[in-house]
């Protein structure tokens, strides 16, 4: 093998979400290394990372979708890998692991890295038989955590040494040196001094937004001068804006939208709540940890590889919102509100989860990939 190894980065859309985030984190650190990055996007959502790959020097390919599944999107990625002489593929989502298997048959045979980021068993049959095809398939399939590991193993019934960890990494120069919450809030035009409990990501289904305005009510109902922070847009906006009201809470929860100064605002907050009924391993833990904020999560997915239980937050079962609100209100309790317990999440997340140590760990992947050749997996 001679020169570096041309990587292929293939992603459903390049808009606010975690996958993409780990994209627009992943290539510029790939990029004069031994490895030369190309992001193909198969739809037209480009934004907010597209614009912020190509200025970093990624070529940026986009493939338009017109509807759910269309095989001229394998067919226009395969002339693309061809014309950019691609030696390794990785897609970056469930929802591309079909296209680039049927990409790379097409083309002539590569490497492909598929992933797994979503730990979901109750996903529809012919999903779940189109994943263990492409996993049979593929030379490795990466997932985010170790729990991710194990339902990968488990639930597709793929051999362990088929399976690749590399934990999510997170860029510490974002969040640059920890605020106290009063000059975080002043910044952002956030309430003063009151105990202000965060939200951060998709407002979908699986962020079990319901759950988090169950637990502000209760936490609420005992300390009646807490607020909350709801970062981010999504599917269930409006709806979470009318339960909020309907259960008497709306004047007490603030929904920002989509915001890109996610830093600061996690900057203001005294802690980050997490209800998710399903996780990988979520970026929003992460950059709370980033943030020198401790996090109170549901126990699910990878959330226990990165919170120490005391140490940097709290873990609850899924769907316990009286639980919940008990953890919230013991950091909210707190005479420092939980800032001590955010500085080892920091020191945790500075050590084990920076995105220099994933993308060396990806860059590791595939070079091996590439160095093993057609790499034939069994079938």
Known sequence: MTGATRVALV????????????????????????????????????????????????PLRVISRRRSFEPRRALALARLLREDRIDVVHSLSPNMNLYALLAIRIA?????????????STCGAVEAQVNRLVFRRCEKVVVNSRAGSEFTSRFYRVPSDRIEVIPNGIDMRRFGSPLHPAGARARAGLPGDVPLTGFVGR??????????????????SRLPEAHFLVV?????LDDAKK???????????????????????????????????????????????????????????????????????FLSGAGAPLALAERVVQ?????????????AGRRRAESEFGTEVMARRFEDLFCRLHRNGSGRAAS
Request: hydrophobic share 40%.
């Open 331 to 343: 950091v909210l309790s707190m005479p420092d509100r939980g800032l001590s317990l955010g500085a």
């Open 108 to 120: 002539g045979r590569r490497p492909l890295a598929a992933s797994n980021r979503a730990l979901d």
């Open 232 to 236: 981010g847009d999504g599917p269930l």
């Open 243 to 313: 339960g909020a009201r309907e259960i008497g809470i709306g004047s007490r929860v603030i929904f920002t939208g989509f915001r890109e100064d996610v830093p600061d605002l996690l900057g203001a907050i005294d802690l980050l709540l997490l209800t998710s009924s399903q996780e990988g391993l979520p970026n929003a833990v992460l950059e709370a940890m980033a943030a020198s904020r401790p996090v109170v999560a549901t126990d699910v997915g990878g959330c226990r590889e990165l919170i120490l239980e005391g140490v940097t937050g």
């Open 11 to 58: 992603i459903g859309q390049l808009h606010a979400g975690g996958s993409e985030r780990q994209v627009a984190e992943l290539a510029p650190r790939l990029r004069g290394g031994r490895c030369e990055p190309f992001v193909y996007c198969l739809s037209q959502v480009v934004e907010p990372f597209g614009p912020q790959l190509q200025a970093a020097g990624i």
């Open 203 to 220: 407002l979908s289904r699986e962020k079990g937004v319901d759950l988090f305005l169950q637990v502000a009510r209760e936490v609420i």
